[in-house]
């Protein structure tokens, strides 16, 4: 019963926070400076807080030392996605949902080597 | 180049869209929590920066530019997408922010009450990507 309020707590909160974030971008001009509203930590500020109530300081702390090889793993996806459809005019949902491929790569190539 | 809020752009978003980044929003950070729980910190941790809404993002991005290239009588395709990928630039960088919040969360969470440590690293992980982008627009 625990465990399910704690994943029925994340969905809520998650999806108030990823929602804010998401409606900051919208209104905000020019494109490139709202991109920067597409990668807030928004997963994160909606997770650590729960995860540090129910699992303590360290093992957020560990959370957050990873999230940094995400964040480069992020950088590399955006710059794909950004090339394929700046100059190849691909189709953004085929491109944007296919590079996720490229974000698992070095997320977990970094993640093998550094471990 | 001036940053502007433009509230009138909410607007073009309709409910049922708002409902699906809402409910994609909130099952995505349900998984980070069971990834974690299944996998331990170290991959959970990975997913914290996972570009999770970033599709849908970008899918509406370009419907938005088309829809208003196509009312003006315009091809609006190639702008559609040219549009989504110039947010996908400026998410590039800020990803910099992204990863100087995660650094600090690292480093500071053993000695810092929470909630003046996520306020802290917010408000740093905005200021790092602001300056990133003025920096990017300069070169």
């Known amino acids: ?115 | 180049m001036r940053v502007r809020i433009n509230f009138s752009a909410a607007k073009q978003t309709k409910w049922h869209q708002y409902a699906l980044r809402f409910a994609f929003g909130g099952v995505v950070t349900a998984l980070t929590g069971l990834v974690a729980k299944i996998f331990g910190p170290e991959i959970g941790g990975l997913f914290l920066a996972f570009p999770a809404i970033f599709p849908a993002s970008a899918t509406l991005i370009e419907k938005h530019e088309r829809k208003k290239k196509e009312r003006a009588g315009l091809a609006g395709i190639k702008r559609g997408r040219t549009a989504a990928g110039i947010d996908a630039a400026g998410a590039a960088v800020g990803t910099i922010g992204l990863a100087i919040f995660g650094l600090l969360v690292w480093k500071l969470l053993p000695f810092c009450p929470t909630p003046i440590l996520l306020v802290t690293t917010t408000a740093a992980w905005l200021a790092t990507s602001v300056l990133a982008w003025y920096a990017w627009r300069k070169l």
């Not at chain 1, 400076?33 to 997963?43: C, I, Q």
């Not at chain 1, 702390?61 to 190849?88: D, K, N, T």
Request: proline share 2%; with cysteine.
């Open chain 1, 1 to 115: 019963m625990e465990a399910l309020l704690e994943i029925l707590a994340r969905f809520l909160i998650g999806g108030v926070v990823i929602s804010l974030f998401a409606l900051s971008g919208d209104i905000l001009k020019p494109k490139t400076f709202a991109g920067l509203f597409s990668a807030a930590p928004s997963v994160a500020l909606a997770t650590l807080a729960l995860t540090i109530v129910s699992k303590g300081k360290s093992y957020a702390a560990v959370e957050a030392h990873y999230m940094i090889i995400g964040a480069v793993a992020f950088f590399v996806y955006a710059l794909c996605v950004s090339r394929l459809l700046i100059q190849h005019h691909l189709s953004t949902l085929a491109v944007s949902l296919g590079s996720l491929l490229v974000w698992f790569g070095v997320a977990f190539g970094i993640w093998s080597i550094v471990r």
